[in-house]
């Protein structure tokens, strides 16, 4: 986990720089902005997510959409992408690794065995992405930030601080993840006990890991957004329609899995000060 950041310009290649999630469009938008709004404390702002008029190499093409922008202390922290009603959902914060040329990193993900479900395409002026699935199942999305260079806020109170693969093929997934970004794989003496790789860039930097889970259901990078107390946050998530579990104390701070009022699953984490 990094220190506290405020990027003024796109991440390197490879290194996770946005989230969002699928809502419904609607009242379900309405309440899952209710929701993170009390949980995070987080604004909105609309954004045109206007597609390209290309087709998208999966044979899927989106129409052309209604985004919502999660601001902390006014700037992008996280987005709502509203579907229409029917149109599948990932039931999750959905990750974005940051792609220099998203064109040529999902060229570079097919050749390696991923899937792509959704473009290249444009998202109006705020940049262009692709999402995929890789060979053990999980998605993720590459973004190739403009107006929108990603999370602009890191590892702070409200704001993303790490995302980790949850896989019962850990093995699969770190050798696609190291063949697509050059990824080091290091292992974690702090968690002897579980099949855990951290994924590092190849300048050092840790980026977040696979977990080997071999009774997961399925595969699914996992979402951690910081919070200062977890305990407090639980309560309000909770209050606000939520669910949570138990938070457990780990050894990078207090911790907890939520699902918020719409199934979406999500981890906040307080890290030790």
């Known amino acids: 986990m ?38 995070f404390d987080w604004e909105f702002r609309e954004d045109s ?37 029917g149109a599948p959902r990932l039931g999750a914060w959905r990750m974005y690794f940051a792609a220099d040329d998203c064109d040529a990193v999902t060229d570079r993900a097919v050749a390696a065995g991923a899937t792509v479900t959704r473009g290249p395409a444009e998202r109006g002026p705020l940049g262009r992405a692709a999402v995929l699935l890789d060979p053990v199942g999980a998605e993720f999305g590459l973004w190739q930030g403009r107006d929108l260079l990603g999370c602009e806020l890191v590892n702070e109170p409200g704001a993303l601080v790490r995302n980790d693969l949850s896989t019962p093929h850990a093995e699969r997934a770190r050798t696609f993840y190291a063949t697509l970004f050059s ?47 977890t305990d407090a946050v639980v309560a309000r998530a909770v209050a606000a329609g939520g669910d949570a579990d138990a938070p457990s104390d780990m050894p990078y701070g207090r911790m907890a899995r939520l699902t918020d009022p719409l199934g979406n699953a999500f981890h906040v984490i307080a890290r030790p000060s």
């Open 2 to 39: 990094g220190s506290m950041s405020f990027l003024t310009g796109n991440q390197p290649e490879s290194t996770p720089t946005w989230t969002d999630l699928d809502v419904t469009e609607g009242a379900a938008a309405e309440r899952a902005a209710e929701f993170y709004g009390a949980v």
């Open 49 to 85: 997510l206007e597609d390209s008029r290309e087709d998208f190499r999966g044979g899927f093409r989106a129409d052309a959409g209604r985004g919502i922008t999660c601001l902390l202390r006014g700037r992008p922290v996280a987005g709502l992408r509203t579907v229409p009603e």
């Open 183 to 229: 990824y080091t794989l290091d292992g974690n003496e702090d968690l002897p006990d579980f099949d855990f790789t951290f994924l590092r860039r190849p300048d050092g930097h840790e980026i977040g890991g696979v977990f080997g889970a071999p009774d997961a259901p399925s595969s699914r990078w996992e979402t951690t957004f910081e919070v200062a107390d």
